[in-house]
């Protein structure tokens, strides 16, 4: 009996809240780690290819000179087939390119490139 309300306790406690995870728009995702990155120092450019097509959101440049790409995506999304061709293309280059789809992973993503560069 004890083990059942543990277990009733942990569904409502932590399996609920996440099956009812807010979807939050990509938007407001990427507003929100590239703000957090700026205020870390990192350089952060919206990027665009007219030559190419579904290249990533995102350039970040660490003070160190460090390069990585995030492609945002709204909650639970994924990136399309021609947007992993170019994830590929570029990390073939040793260009490092990540997929974000919540705000918690996209900070913890900036604070792991900084630590990486902290001996750049």
């Not at 543990?6 to 929100?32: N, W, Y």
């Not at 700026?38 to 350089?43: I, M």
């Not at 790409?69 to 709204?74: G, L, M, N, Q, T």
């Not at 293309?89 to 604070?111: A, Q, T």
Request: net charge positive; glycine share 6%; charged share 30%.
């Amino acid at each position: 009996m004890a083990d059942e309300l543990v277990l009733d306790e942990f569904i409502e406690a932590v399996v609920k809240p996440r099956a009812r995870r807010m979807v939050v728009l990509e938007k407001k995702i990427e507003e929100r780690v590239c703000k957090y990155a700026t205020d870390k120092g990192f350089l952060v450019y919206k990027f665009t290819s007219p030559a190419r097509t579904a290249v990533p959101d995102r350039m970040f440049v660490h003070p160190s000179g460090h390069i990585a790409f995030i492609e945002f995506k709204a909650t639970g999304k994924k990136p399309t087939p021609q947007q992993e061709r170019e994830h590929l293309r570029l990390s073939g280059h040793n260009v490092p390119v990540y997929v974000v789809d919540n705000v918690e992973e996209g900070k913890l993503l900036i604070d792991r490139i900084g630590y990486q560069c902290l001996g750049c």
